[in-house]
């Protein structure tokens, strides 16, 4: 009888262990899932802030991208500038303005028709030419200048490399058509000259001439000059 007692208690503690065991291992799962799922919850926030970049990064990111754009606008509008300036000096309307006043655009001021010897020497020298005569050539300036019997200038040619840029069509949109074309072919070969009479306010007249090459249209030079009453 003792014996069937005994067995008796160890089937119970048997099952009592079981169900302890089994009890055991439920709350250790329940615990486990419990810390995944806070572990989870906990590194969320943190893949968040690493994959959204934060809003000062962005602006510092859009900036340089704007200053580049500027600093490419500034050297645009510069380079306009300049071209634009280059473009007045040498068109056919700018010589015609300065032709008024007596002058050329490449000219220095003070140096037009009716200067002195002595000023245009303070100017420019002595020229290649010499300094007697009636001709003055400076092949430094591209310009040829020719004295009157008083040694004041009545005659300017220039050859300056900014009037060779020109057309002869350019010059014809700009101030209409010439007041004379000569043909001077036998002098020059396929060249000829479109005249233009000035009446200024003095009451002279100046008379400035575009001499150009007929087959290719381009200016060879200008001429500027007045018929002085002098010998």
Known sequence: MKHTHQSHDRKKLACKLITTSAFLAIGFAVMTGCNNSGEAKSTAPTKAETVTPPAS??????????????????????????????????????????????????????????????????????????????????????TDIVLDGSDKVTEITSSDPDYKKLLIKQVVDEL???TETVDTSRDIPDTAEANYTINNTSGLSYYLVFSYQTKTQKVNYIRLYFNSKTP
């Open 57 to 142: 990064s962005t602006d510092q990111n859009t900036d340089p991208n704007t200053n580049g754009q500027g600093s490419t606008s500034t050297h645009q509008e510069t380079a306009s500038s300049t071209a634009s300036s280059h473009s007045k000096h040498s068109s056919a309307a700018a010589i015609f303005s300065a032709a008024k006043q007596g002058t050329l655009p490449n000219l220095p001021k003070g140096l037009g028709l009716g200067t002195s010897s002595d000023l245009l020497f303070e100017l420019w020298g002595k020229s290649e030419s010499g300094s007697t005569g009636p001709m003055r050539s400076y092949a430094k300036y591209h």
């Open 176 to 178: 209409g058509q010439p």
